[in-house]
């Protein structure tokens, strides 16, 4: 299977740089690349080896396998469950409901799919700052560092309408700032992840083409709040990623990626956060493929009584996790 003998290449990549590769020094802090004519997507960094770079600039991710600690992870699970039964408080928190299950009358973690803008929770915050996690963040950032998006995922058991689903997209599409090769994604398994519960699935390389149309799919169950997809790539063979508890998958902005239902009885929860280099700077969307989920976040803002521009939403979502403040 396609899915399988990735995997085993991805992992075939993932030994620790030797000790040569330490004396290296970033020395291209924002645009990477040009001092090393091999290597666009990734920066010179002790923490990427030469066949782990390569391995990301020709497919846009990477699996680093038990870079988060079960014992955190098992808090992340705690907080979220005593999250949504409201026994802590949300702060800036906003928790997303499975539509699906709302209609059913699900509650608590049988109802919510995501907690989003987790970045100053006082538990949550721990992963946000590992500082093993962010040294692999450097490598695609650079030194100065901000937490940009910052999410929980939990897939509840499907209700039956394929709803846990996450369509096939590019995260570039919700993001108003650049350069694209200095944004990444971390994406921690906080339990084994696989076909059965709803894994990530790729479409390896996609990372260098542009950014495409995106929209709600037309599917039959229909599709939960603000989850676009790239159209016309339903079709496409993906690589499924199997992940094991506290393994972290780094990827490319652009990277097309979605994720399977949970078939299972059980709970398929992962902790993410997209990283930017603190010197990104923030685009103008109007009149671009962007401007549609703009006006989709802006709109979400308003309702909430808060009426923001795009921009000052990633703003407020932002926190410097290492280095220097910039222009982001
Ligand atoms: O965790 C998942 O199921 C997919 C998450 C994802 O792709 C996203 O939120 O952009």
Redesign the pocket.
């Known amino acids: 299977m396609l899915g399988a003998e990735r995997l085993t290449v991805i992992r075939g990549h993932l030994k620790r740089p030797s000790a040569s590769a330490l004396e290296i020094t970033p020395t291209n802090a924002v645009y990477g690349g040009q001092e090393d004519k091999y290597f666009r997507y990734t920066l010179p960094s002790p923490f990427l080896n030469d066949d782990q770079r390569q391995f990301y600039e020709e497919n846009g991710f990477i699996v680093i396998p038990k870079l988060i600690e079960d014992e955190l992870l098992d808090q992340f699970s705690e907080r979220f469950i005593n999250l949504c039964d409201g026994r802590v408080p949300r702060g800036g928190i906003t928790l997303m409901k499975d539509v699906s299950l709302m209609k059913k009358g699900a509650t608590g973690e049988r109802l919510y799919n995501k907690a989003q803008d987790i970045v100053y929770d006082e538990v949550f915050e721990k992963y946000f700052f590992h500082p093993k996690l962010l040294d692999y963040v450097s490598a695609f950032t650079g030194p100065n560092i901000k937490a940009v998006h910052t ?1 929980l ?1 939990n ?1 509840p058991p499907d209700a039956g309408s394929l709803t846990s689903r ?1 369509p096939l ?1 590019q ?1 570039l599409y919700y993001f108003p700032f650049r350069p694209e090769d200095r944004i990444v994604a971390a ?1 921690t398994a906080m339990e084994r992840i696989n076909v059965d519960n ?1 894994c ?1 699935v790729v479409l390896p390389g996609t990372h260098k083409g542009r950014l495409h149309q995106h929209d709600y799919p037309k599917w039959e169950g229909g599709v939960n709040k603000a989850y676009h997809g790239v159209l016309g790539h339903d079709d496409y063979k993906t690589v499924a990623l199997t992940m094991e508890k506290g393994d972290t998958v780094f990827f490319h902005p652009l990277l097309i ?3 399977g239902a949970n078939m299972t009885n059980g709970f398929r929860k ?1 902790i ?1 956060s997209h990283y930017a280099a603190s010197e990104c700077y923030y685009i103008d969307v109007k009149g671009t493929l962007q401007e549609n989920i703009s006006k989709e976040i802006e709109e979400m803002a308003k309702k909430k009584g808060i009426p923001l521009t795009m921009k000052e939403v990633w703003q407020l979502r932002s926190r410097l996790v290492r280095g220097e403040e910039g222009t982001l």
Request: aromatic letters at 8%; zero cysteines; proline letters at 0%.
């Open positions: 999410m995922i897939k996450h997209h995260d994406w709803g990530l990626h979605g994720s992962a993410s």
